[in-house]
């Protein structure tokens, strides 16, 4: 249904352009010995994945963003939920929180950041001389 949006290349983590190939190896982020390993290019439509060197080091930007909005809702979830709480039992709560939700925000962020510099291109893989080289 999503298919042909960014939101559904990001949240299915699929190449960016084609919707099809996997944009990592592993799709469990929490398998954490393989959670830095992506494939080169796309196995459907060969879009290069690290598009220069050091690429994803901008995904760093969307992750920050992305563990700041983590603590501002477990901070407000724990207002609602609780009462009387101090200050170091939402810190740690906040930390737990952040830990816990860290290989999601990994992947999200190199999704999101990289679906900032490629389209969806619904004939990618009609297009010739996509298969390989290029
Ligand atoms: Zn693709």
């Not at 459907?44 to 994803?56: D, R």
């Amino acid at each position: 249904m999503l298919k042909g949006t960014k939101l559904y290349s990001i949240l299915y983590q699929k190449c960016p352009r084609c919707h099809e190939g996997e944009l990592f190896d592993e799709r469990n982020p929490y398998k954490l010995k393989k959670i830095f390993d992506m494939p080169e290019r796309c196995e459907k439509c060969n879009q290069l994945y690290q598009l220069e060197p050091s690429f994803f080091y901008g995904a760093m930007y969307v992750n920050y963003g992305l563990t700041v909005a983590i603590a501002v809702a477990v901070f407000v979830a724990m207002i609602v939920l609780g009462s009387g709480w101090e200050l170091h039992h939402y810190l740690i709560g906040i930390i737990l929180g952040i830990f816990i939700l860290a290989p999601l925000t990994f992947r999200l962020g190199r999704a999101i950041w990289i679906n900032f510099f490629i389209k969806y291109d619904p004939d990618a893989l009609k297009k010739p001389g996509n298969k390989k080289g290029a």
